[in-house]
C-alpha cells in the first residue's frame, strides 16, 4: 500500500470519512464544499513562500486509532522553487528542470520545469465529481475550524474522503477512506539491515495526511533544498547520476534543447 500512497499524493489532493455517519455531522452544500476546497488550495498556489511539515498514518481499516505504519516528511515553496519529501521520494523544482530522487526504488527521472500550481486539483472536475456522490456533509469543529465529508457511491477505490480545515480557512488534515480490501507491499530495500515488516492484514484501510508547521517566514538555503547538485552532475551536454546515486536508474524526459 505504501507505493500506491506515494503516487497517489504527489499530486498532493486526489479526492477519495468513515462509513458510519454521526449526529454532529450536518448536510453541505455544494458551493460551502467547493468555497472551502478553493481557499485551501488558493493558498498553496498563491503563497509564494513557505514550507509545510507533512505526516502520514495508514489504518487497517475506517474506524481503527491505532496506526499501522507512520511517517512524516515536508514541502517547502520559494518562488518557482519546490521542494517536497514523501516516503522516501524528494521531487524538486528549480529554474532549470523538475526531477524526482525515488530511494525505495533508486530512481531519478528527470522532466522539465513547470508552472507552480498547476498540479492543483481542478475544481470543475471536484465541481462534476460532487454532482455524483452519495452525500455532502459538514462539522463544525470545536476550534472554528470545519471538516468536510464526501461520501461515495459504491465503486472500487475509496468509499469516503475527508478534509480538515482550520479556523483560517488552511488546510490541515486529509483522511482517504478505501473502499477495497488491500493488503501491505513489502518495499523494504533488499539489502536493508532492518527487520523485515509484517504484512498488513488484508482489509478496508485509511489513509490520514496531517499538514502542520506552516511557516511563511522561512528562508530555505538553496543548495540544499532545490539545487540539483548532490544528485547530478555535468558529463558534456547530458546530465548523470553523481558518484554517490550512481547505481540508481536515470531517466530523461526532458524536452529536447533546441539549436
Known sequence: MRKT??????????FGAAAT???????????????????????????GNYK??????????????????????????????????????HTIQNDRLRFAVDTVNKMIVLNDAGEVGKTLPDMNALSGLLDHVQSVQKLQLANGGSSYKITFKPNEL???YEFELN??????????FYSTELAEENDEEIDSDAP???????????L????????????????????EKKYLKAQGNKLIATEK?????????RSPVKK
Not at 34 to 45: C, E, I, N, S
Not at 196 to 206: F, G, H, W
Not at 211 to 225: L, Q
Open 158 to 160: 475509496y468509499s469516503a
Open 52 to 89: 509545510i511539515t507533512v505526516a502520514y498514518a495508514s489504518y487497517t481499516d475506517h474506524t481503527t486509532t491505532s496506526a499501522f505504519d507512520q511517517s512524516s516528511g515536508y514541502y517547502i515553496r520559494n518562488g518557482k522553487n519546490v521542494h517536497s519529501c514523501m516516503m522516501g521520494m
Open 167 to 176: 479556523e483560517k480557512g488552511l488546510l490541515t488534515k486529509l483522511k482517504y
Open 245 to 253: 546515486y550512481a547505481a540508481y536508474t536515470l531517466k530523461d524526459y
Open 5 to 14: 500512497i506515494v503516487s497517489f499524493f504527489i499530486c498532493l489532493c486526489a
Open 21 to 47: 455517519v454521526p449526529d454532529n455531522w450536518k448536510t453541505a452544500s455544494k458551493a460551502d464544499v467547493l468555497a472551502g476546497y478553493q481557499k485551501a488550495m488558493d493558498w498553496f498556489a498563491k503563497t
Open 208 to 227: 490520514e495526511v496531517t499538514f502542520s508547521n506552516y511557516e511563511t517566514a522561512f528562508v530555505p538555503n538553496y543548495e540544499k533544498e532545490f539545487s
Open 196 to 206: 523485515v515488516k509484517k504484512e498488513m492484514p488484508k482489509s478496508r484501510p485509511r
